[in-house]
């Protein structure tokens, strides 16, 4: 393995607690740094403060030996050759990302920074702050020649966050120095020379010593750009295929065969089109609004990405409109709720299009039930359980005696349901799929009304199809 670089991590969150894992893991030394104590405490002790594949393992094995985590942020600084921010960059209501944490940080590492280091955008940052970084330093009298200011955006997906990063399709550096853009090379060496993935060890995945990662070098403007206009990107690819699954739904064609239709294409791929309530998350929604600020102030018309969240935002209202047309009136209804993390394989609520649903039925006095493999616990501090309101210990549970059942979240667990103890379990076999993961004639099969997205709703024969389903 390359030389291990010193490296401090600011912000031990999904992006920060999974980059210093990663980093250790390749070999570096890392100070993995929060100013939220009793996280830190929870991390010292071993505790893994979030829900992703491989990190108690990897954390585990690099705890105070390859990575080590404090509070004293500039202690940290001063051991390390590179320091990658990581801490929040939430959605203002301007739809502006919100840099306050970030020029928080930086004004502590001006007064940190001792000898030459490099400054590591890692947040998902609007373009140009790369030169707001370099000011700030700069007011806070750090000579230009100590420092230099990096973005080498993430683009790891929750719920796979390890493989992503130590597999990564590509790592971008937008380094406005070479003297900078080598400490970045050092660090990443270990994927893009391939030593990682010949050690017996590696975690396993798509690359490997023969065919290891790719690295772009770009300006700090493009690489800021990069990780804007990705996100953007596959979020259109989401409303796109919803909005053509609304057209598909009213011409009773099947958005299902569609997707697969255009995904064949390798101009078009499979992935990202798949129809449901739509995107959530802590980044889709707050990069798609940045990314439209930054062309607005810019004076560049990009309507597209306001069209994107639009139709992203109609997904929920769709769904809900279903449900009524399924169940007709909704107070006192009792309700099954499946799902309630943004994504499967997550236990992150953040702008869950779940939550979302739970809150409009139980506005509208429906009695909810829910359920989530991962996301109970954050879910419940979102959402206080009520008389409305319960939270059930699996799946089955939650559906007992159900009016209908809603799928909220691509939960592997829902796909692989057992449909006849489903039906044996609820009040009215009616299931509102908003991830479609079932098949509509397995549906029917197992003596259910199953109404999805983007395709014909399925009616048991008992049951009978009723002769309109708007309301
Ligand atoms: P997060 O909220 O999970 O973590 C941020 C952490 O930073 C928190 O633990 C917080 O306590 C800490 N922090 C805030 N201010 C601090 C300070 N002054 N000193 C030390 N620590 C501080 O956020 P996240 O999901 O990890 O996202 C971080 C950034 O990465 C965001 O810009 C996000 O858009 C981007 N990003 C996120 C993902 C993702 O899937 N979550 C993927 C790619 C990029």
Redesign the pocket.
Known sequence: MPKPVSICV????????VAAVCFAEMGHRIHC????ES?IKTLREGGVP?YEEHLPELLAKHLNRGVEFTCD?EAAVQKSEAVFI????PQRDTGAADLS?VE??VA?IARAISGYTVIVE????PVYTNEWIRRVLHRHGVDGQSFDVVSN??????GT?IGDFLHPDRIVVGAGSERAAEVMKRIYAPLTEGSYYSQPDALAGPLTASNPARLLVTSAESAEII?HASNAFLAMKISFINAVANLAEAVDADIEDIAAGMGMDSRIGPKFLRAGLGYG???FP??VAAFHWVAQQRGVAFKLLDEIRKINDSQRDIFFNKVLSAVWTLRGKRLAALGLSYKGDTD?IRESPAIDVIRKLLEAGAIVTAYDPAAMARAQAALPPSEKLHYAGDLYEAARDADAVLILTDWKEFASIDLARLNRTVRFPIVIDGRNLYKPQTMTEHGFTYVSVGRPASYHAHQGKPRSLVL
């Open positions: 600011i912000g031990s969150g999904y992006v920060g607690l740094v929060d100013n939220d996280r979030i942020l990581a801490v929040g960059t944490y928080a940080v502590e890692k947040s998902t940052v955006p993430e683009f790891l997906r929750e966050a990780k998350g802590s980044c707050k990069d992150d």
